[in-house]
């Protein structure tokens, strides 16, 4: 399979489950899947106020500051501070998830998958690395601040453009500022 390259500007935002607020899907599987039938998504959303986040029965979530003064996320009645950006915080989407905004708006990134289906892992990288995903896992590289090139064929990538690997790519990418490495794997693929 032939990497995806897909660029932010090709993004159609679209307004969150809960009616609070605005993301943009960055990729998902299967692909055209809802917020209801997805088995990962990937996503950057625009936070402009606080308050509940959506519910997502089934489903585990990790969420990454991209832009903006931070949050601070109560789940399930424990208070975590997100204030630094590119630090990653996983959580339950069952669990009653409130936010409060730290100073102002946010950027955020967020990975979902249905814990039945799949798991994931999101590593912040800021150097050159190799990707090779191993059998049943696919991995998506999505540039958070400055810029990167995907090795053999020079492709420079933008803030918020991203790269999909499928099962069997191989490529190296050169980062020049902040990149979010998602690891997505098929719940059996262990």
Not at 4 to 16: E, F, I, K, Y
Not at 17 to 37: C, F, I, L, M, Q
Request: hydrophobic share 45%; glycine share 12%.
């Amino acid at each position: 399979m032939a990497l995806q390259v897909l660029r932010a500007q090709d993004r159609t935002p679209a307004p969150w489950k809960n009616g609070g607020g605005v993301t943009s899907e960055v990729a998902a599987r299967p692909e055209g899947a809802g917020t209801g039938d997805f088995v990962w998504r990937v996503s950057i959303a625009d936070v402009a106020q606080s308050g509940p986040f959506s519910v997502f029965e089934g489903v585990d979530r990790i969420i990454t500051v991209v832009d903006g003064p931070g949050m601070a996320l109560t789940v399930d009645g424990t208070s975590y501070e997100m204030a630094v950006p590119y630090e990653p915080f996983a959580f339950s989407g069952d669990s009653d998830t409130q936010c409060e905004l730290l100073g102002g708006p946010i950027v955020d990134f967020n990975v979902m998958v249905r814990r039945a289906d799949a798991t994931a892992g999101v590593r912040i990288m800021r150097d050159r690395f190799a990707v090779r995903p191993g059998t049943g896992t696919c991995v998506l590289a999505v540039v958070l601040h400055g810029s990167a090139v995907l090795g053999r064929e020079s492709v420079r990538l933008g803030r918020l453009d991203a790269v999909l690997f499928a099962e069997g790519d191989a490529d190296g990418i050169d980062v020049d500022g902040v990149l979010a490495l998602v690891t997505l794997a098929d719940r059996g693929a262990h």
